[in-house]
């Protein structure tokens, strides 16, 4: 592992507490932003370091398993974005800097590491839109301002003879029998500050005029601090408007000396616009060969240079061109499918290759084995962990709690409408029959129920009692029932959705991650007894098997994204152009994208999803059965062309 120091420029003895360092701000800022570019990927050691990359993989491997287990939708109006988690990452790591140089110059890494991550530039607005930003500039300002206000303090006790020392001496003494309650709240422990000196001398006469106002008001006490308080508030005003413009200073170097290599490679698709159009109004029979120059140049610079996540541009346009053309190329499969002149072999083929087609971006393409949550211990010990389990099961938006309380609001309304049933309906019915004289007396216990009718009320003339009653009761029952029927379908839709959703939750977890989840879990639905009956069953939710190893799409991975990306390119060639030499070095180049699919990359990259960092595989394996439907396309759209190509010379030569 390559050892890098970062050492930062000591801070010199001249440096003041209210002031900003700009140069020493930029140095460390710059030296960031070098170690993160040369070692990016790598564990550094040293505590500078070492924290924020295990701490930014760890990031990575969140945004990875909550994908994995709920999807990478959010269930909320404003998701948490990359901002707030990196500046949780500088919450952990801000107890290794000493100073606002330190924790500025790596607040503006942080938003630099955000714009590497989204492939964007790093502006202004991305430096303000960090929490980390936020609260320690306003931290510092208060600070500044606190100290600031203890410092002119010290100096007004002293011209007011309470103290007998200063930072600020060259000032006129009073005679006063003035005293304050609290001498600390004016005492400064520091250097004196040149800063503040300056201020103080350049109002020398008007801060005098005022101490003199003091010792002439014969305030004391509690009233004399706020009063020599808003004295001091007075003369700091500049200070904080001179940090004010050291900090728009600073964010103006971030922004300078973070601007990312400039992306022309966009320019080349203005080249082959030129080219071409060039070649069809001059060599019009040959414009084909500039064509087909232009996709043999991209497929070799997809294969060679481009990268999904930080060619903005080039994504952009292959996505525009790629996706719209994979829905015509199918369009075009199911046509010849069930075209009335096409003949069986070819719709054989035809209808292979639509199904084929839709496979391949449902089958992985890789298994990794040691992105697996047990292969990453220290993911437990990271920040990560926990709002990973807070978006699985414990924010009030995750798919558990949501699901435990849809449960338990089922249960209540259950048990709500049955418990008003026998407390009330039963109850109104019973007295029903006592009012009706049918009935006069009733006892129930465990053992025995005592029912006691009335003759009178049972006789022909009460028909319309003792049928009547009955019959609105038997309503009341008919109701109950098929609303517990309905609410027992809904209970165990919501149950089968629990399980589904618990399983899929676990079989990605390790052990520790899993108990979690159902400490988590039981405790949501342990707010109510009423799901005390349910509980045996749930808890056979989390018996599930854990995957043994990840799947991964070829759209997951960089290298798999390339692979696919040339393979549709190559597929768009055969479709768009007649000329048979273009077929078949189109066919050629799905049989090279198919072929290049078999190597396996020394260390694959991972994608955690966008604008979030990458995650990096070693233990890796191909499946090949993907391999195997690449293969099997290129080769049925060779069959294909050929029976295409015999029934047009046999065409032209009857």
Partial sequence: MKKFVVTFLLILLSFTVFSIEIEVVKDIYVSLIK???????????????????????????????????????????????????????????????????????????????????????????????????????????????????????NVIIYSLGIVDESPYTDITRFESNAKIDDLSLYTFFGEPDETINKIISENKESLENGIKKLVDSNLSGRQLQIAIDNLSYNYISPLLKETEKQINQVSEIFVEFGKRKTHTEFIRFIVYG????????????????????VYLYEFAYILIFYNPIKDVITSFAYGSFII???????????????????????????????????????????????????????????????????????????????????????????????????????SDFLKSLVNSNILTQIQA????????????????????????IPSNFAKEINNLVNFSKRQQKQINKELKHLEKTTQNIIQYSDVEFEESVKNTVTSSLSKTDLTDPLMTQISTFYDVDKVDKIKLKSTNTTFGTKIITMFFLAISMFVIFNKNIMKYISILLMYISSFISLFKPATLEVLSQSGYPNLMSQNIS?????????????TLMLISFLISKKRTLQSNSN
Avoid at 279 to 284: A, D, E, L, N, Q
């Fill in 622 to 634: 191909i499946n090949y059965i993907f391999v195997f439907i690449m293969f099997a396309i290129s």
């Fill in 324 to 426: 719209p053309f994979v829905f015509l190329f199918l369009f075009i499969m199911v046509f010849k499918s069930f075209g009335k002149k096409i003949k069986f072999v070819q719709k054989v083929c035809s209808i292979t290759i639509f199904i084929l087609t839709l496979l391949i971006f449902f089958t992985p393409l890789y298994y990794s084995q040691d992105l697996l949550m047990k292969e990453n211990q220290s993911f437990h010990d990271s920040i990560f962990e926990n709002q990973l389990l807070n978006d699985v099961a414990a924010y009030s938006h995750s798919p558990l709690y949501r699901s435990s309380e849809k449960l338990v609001s089922l249960l209540g309304s259950e048990y709500t409408k049955i418990n008003s049933f026998y407390r009330s309906t039963f």
């Fill in 35 to 153: 170690t993160y570019e040369e070692e990016k990927g790598e564990v550094i050691e040293g505590k500078e370091f070492e924290l924020f990359f295990n701490e930014l993989y760890n990031l990575g491997l969140y945004r990875f398993y909550r994908t994995q287990m709920i999807g990478s939708a959010e269930y909320v109006d404003r998701p948490t974005n990359v901002q707030t988690y990196l500046s949780q990452i500088y919450t952990i790591t801000e107890q290794n800097f000493d100073s606002i140089e330190e924790k500025l110059a790596f607040i503006g890494f942080l938003a630099y590491v955000q714009s590497d991550l989204s492939g964007d530039t790093i502006t202004q607005e991305t430096i303000r839109s960090l929490p980390a930003y936020f609260t320690t500039v306003q931290n510092y300002k208060k600070e500044l301002e606190n100290d600031a206000l203890t410092y002119f303090g």
């Fill in 445 to 468: 216990d465990k053992q025995n129920v005592k029912v006691q009718t009335y003759k009178e009320g049972l006789k022909i003339n009460n028909q319309q009692n003792y049928i009547s």
């Fill in 274 to 293: 030129i080219i071409i159009l060039f070649t069809f109004y001059f060599f019009k029979k040959y414009w084909w060969i500039s064509v087909l120059g």
